[in-house]
């Protein structure tokens, strides 16, 4: 586990998951979860169980799947409501029942939201954090607590936000944890009113938006003034401008300011893992993120090269290798020798140094064209399989596809696709119409395909991400298509790259369904 | 003009279009600076003319085609080579002939840099910087400089990196930006050496990049300690991480510590200007970019709306009107009645109340299914004369269109497309061939229109954008098409949006002919 000195303190599955646009299952939780352990954060809040269905899911579904190494679970809720008690509101017994060993709860310390929003006395709310506390605490959960709009509560009446801290601390709370909740602070305000709070004798933590684009500094800024306690969310998600980004947070304090807080061959792994984090999330990454982006170590002009070959860290802040990334800045770097035989490993093949050599050498190959097998582990055992045998070999073979896509006379907009392949002999022409094209690709190779092999009935295309991967002026501008597809019993993905998004989409399509047939026990021709 | 006192200087043109993926023609440029000096920035760079053709042909034609109303256009260039008169300097002579009435040069301040990047003596720097600085400012112009790798340089020998300030201040340097060119610094230290060299009694500016996620505040700490003069880019374009981002710097400052930099009017229109100039770049916009992200005051959950209406302040850090954005989020909300009409009238129509009203309603609408107008004039006058008639009329009536996507047994791809049209009581039937399916589709309504509009032979494909826009997982994503044509006299962009891509770059296609024949003199029918 995690040193309990320094926390840094996840929130991308709760304060995060408010992005628009984002939106994630309990499988993408628990998978996000496992990349955050994997770069040895301290805590992980999953979600606010009692409050939502998937939440409360998630932490039933955490304790038998997430076996974690580093972090512990944070289960995120308020204070019990004004004029009841906390043994008996049923929201905080979803907390104590969360299974979560800690419970962070959000409190007001805005004396108007107080009033406006929770519609009661300022006295009340302060008992709220009391008994609420005091009730998580005797119940044997470690509590924190999140003092939403602390910063602007503190402008409107600091005594009152600063009881607050006092109140919840005496009540037992480990960590206070200061939120700028409206994102509005500059850093050298922020952290004079950190230090008055650290001076109230309560450990002191810190949560920050990005609404003036100073979150990370505003988090370091609170940190200099005595803060022990960092939240953020991988790759600055959340709502609005988002939250403060984590990894920015970890790397700064990390390298630049000696602390201590994550394995550093773990921190190593950190722009594999924010990419990966990507892929779960959908969320377009943005190559300009500091440590982490595709280009966060790229250079494009001014450069000596000479100067370079002597001294390479005279033109950059640190060594892109201690984050794992790369100064010549392809991601598709990163796919060496290492990470190659683990994954090989983890998929039940044992390979030679040569396969390891070829298909180190094909996945770069490939990734330098837009691939990605981050996301896509079965179109890496496909690659792996077919480097292993040395050739290609499938369960059939396309002869040849064709997609209309049509808007008819009356207006209608149609989308038909016909496939022809063969496989055990014999040639299959099948059509299939759909909503789309890539619909109606996959409808017909499967009409095709099933009369064949029946057990493709199971098989169901559940999600279809296309990304446009930026081109000069979009106009050589590569799609990429990644496929998951599921039987009864589990989820693969697939990845094709084209510039025309229907033959990317069939590679995707038909590694799915190769991919499927092996998972059914058919073994290739 | 814009006030002398505290400078903000954009180097989008230069600095900026160091970002990967970021290929501006003269053109853009051009665009982009109009746009800047719309928001009311003091100064543009524009390039660094001598050292590439285009940035030479950017002063040239701006001399006659740029009308600043707020800003000053900046020459960027090196200072001397060692060993040769600043006069005798054929780059430098370059800066002195772009007719800029600025022109920052670019000097190092870090010892190693000197030796190992210039290859020249610590002092032949100090003469090179002394020598071009005195040589520009005695042939008539403005001289700042940029003090490259100025905190870097400070660390490894803070001696000379002030001697550089100094030298530069003392030959007539009216500011000397210091540039965290790593981008490493974080913003407790970078304002203890700013003061270091304000106490050195130079003008002081401040030159960020954004490697640790701290670019802004850097910016910000920098003035704090005494800097007058703020560098940074639109939409924090730049290498790597990119530079500072100007906008979140001027909102910063004005609205938060009361300088007075942009005109009021000017700060209100800044979200708009961000997106124009992403439609220029073709770089997505960040949605969570602070201020003026679509989501920078979207609100997702957490809030109470009682108390929201209440006092709407307790929930957003600054009134989003102050910078031109929407509690609510949509930047479509920005189509107002006031541009409308404006747009109107710079197209040469003039709209009744009426008019403007169902135009507002209707662009509103478009742009919430994900039009963008900003960049498609020639959509929305087609929309506005539409709007004015109270019915659509065209040249010529679509009847049905078909493409076929198809890999042959051969292996090869092939795209075909077929339009069926009606036009001078004739219908017409034609087939195109292309690349792609777009690509076919355009050749094909052309051949089938040429027939009857000869004119149609001028007209030119010359870019072809597109956007995958975020849907939730990638399932609901909608496609947005923007359309570049020309004939041989001017270009002009068109818009389409569907699920389908097809679908949505036929809308552009079918607008862009349109628009194409309005153009040669073609009425509508």
Redesign the interface.
């Known amino acids: 586990m995690a040193d309990d000195r320094f926390h840094v303190y996840d929130t991308t599955l709760r304060d995060g998951a408010?992005?628009?646009?984002l939106?994630l299952t309990v499988a993408d939780k628990l998978a996000i979860a496992r990349h955050l352990d994997s770069l040895g954060v301290g805590f992980i809040e999953g979600g606010w169980p009692g409050a939502n269905p998937k939440d409360t899911e998630f932490f039933r579904q955490a304790r038998t799947e997430l076996d974690l190494k580093h972090a512990r679970l944070a289960a995120f809720g308020a204070t019990r409501r004004a004029g009841v008690k906390a043994a008996d509101d049923p929201l905080v017994a979803a907390l104590r029942e969360s299974g979560a060993p800690v419970v962070t709860l959000v409190a007001k310390s805005?004396d108007?939201?107080v009033e406006?929003?929770l519609r009661t006395t300022l006295e009340e709310n302060l008992a709220m954090i009391r008994d609420t506390v005091s009730h998580l605490r005797a119940e044997g959960q470690r509590v924190f607590l999140d003092a939403e709009?602390f910063f602007?509560g503190y402008k409107s009446n600091p005594a009152y936000a600063l009881e607050v801290v006092r109140t919840a601390a005496e009540a037992g709370a480990d960590v206070i944890a200061l939120c700028d909740t409206?994102?509005?602070m500059?850093?050298?305000e922020l952290g004079e009113v950190v230090q008055e709070a650290v001076r109230s004798s309560a450990r002191v933590g810190i949560h920050c938006h990005?609404?003036?684009?100073?979150?990370?500094?505003?988090t370091?800024?609170a940190v200099?003034a005595g803060a022990t306690h960092v939240q953020g969310c991988a790759n600055?998600y959340g709502?609005?401008?988002?939250n403060a980004?984590l990894f920015?947070v970890v790397?700064?304090l990390q390298l630049?300011?000696g602390f201590d807080l994550v394995p550093a061959g773990a921190l190593a792994d950190m722009t594999r893992i924010a990419h990966a984090i990507t892929e779960v999330t959908?969320?377009?990454p943005?190559?300009?993120?500091?440590?982490v982006?595709t280009?966060?170590?790229?250079?494009?002009?001014?450069l000596?090269a000479?100067?370079i070959k002597?001294?390479p860290n005279?033109?950059?802040?640190?060594d892109p290798a201690e984050v794992g990334n790369d100064m010549r800045?392809l991601v598709s770097d990163m796919a060496g020798r290492a990470s190659v035989e683990l994954k090989g490993r983890e998929l039940g093949y044992e390979l030679t140094p040569d396969h390891t050599k070829a298909l180190v050498k094909e996945v770069k190959n490939l990734e330098s064209q837009g691939y990605t097998f981050e996301a896509a582990d079965a179109s890496f055992e496909l690659l792996l399989r077919d480097t292993v045998r040395g050739e290609r070999r499938r369960h059939f073979e396309?002869?040849?596809?064709?997609?209309?896509?049509?808007?008819?006379?009356g207006g209608e907009?149609v989308?038909e696709a016909t496939v022809?392949v063969h496989a055990k002999g014999e040639r299959i022409v099948a059509t299939g119409e759909g909503n789309?094209?890539v619909n109606a690709l996959d409808k017909a190779v499967r009409l095709a395909l099933e009369q064949l092999y029946p057990e493709l009935a199971k098989l169901e295309l559940v999600?279809?991400?296309?990304?446009?991967l930026?081109?000069?002026?979009?106009?050589d501008?590569v799609t990429r298509v990644?496929i998951t597809s599921s039987d009864d019993r589990a989820e693969w993905s697939t990845v094709g790259v084209a510039?025309?998004?229907?033959?990317a989409s069939?590679q995707a399509l038909e590694q799915a369904v190769t991919y499927g047939l092996l998972r059914a026990g058919r073994e290739t021709l």
Chains 1, 2 share one sequence.
Not at 499 to 503: A, G, K, S, T, V
Request: hydrophobic letters at 30%; glycine letters at 10%; proline letters at 3%.
């Open positions: 408010q992005q628009e646009g939106n805005h108007r939201h406006l929003a709009h602007d409206n994102g509005g500059l850093p050298d990005d609404d003036t684009g100073c979150a990370v500094a505003n370091l800024a200099q600055g709502e609005r401008s988002g980004n920015t790397a700064n630049k300011r959908n969320v377009t943005n190559s300009h993120a500091p440590y982006g280009s966060a170590f790229a250079h494009k002009a001014g000596h000479s100067a002597v001294d005279l033109y950059q802040h640190i800045m396309v002869e040849s596809w064709r997609v209309i896509v049509e808007r008819t006379k907009l989308s022809k789309g094209p999600d279809y991400k296309v990304r446009i930026e081109g000069t002026h979009g106009t501008a990644l510039e025309n998004i229907i033959d069939w």
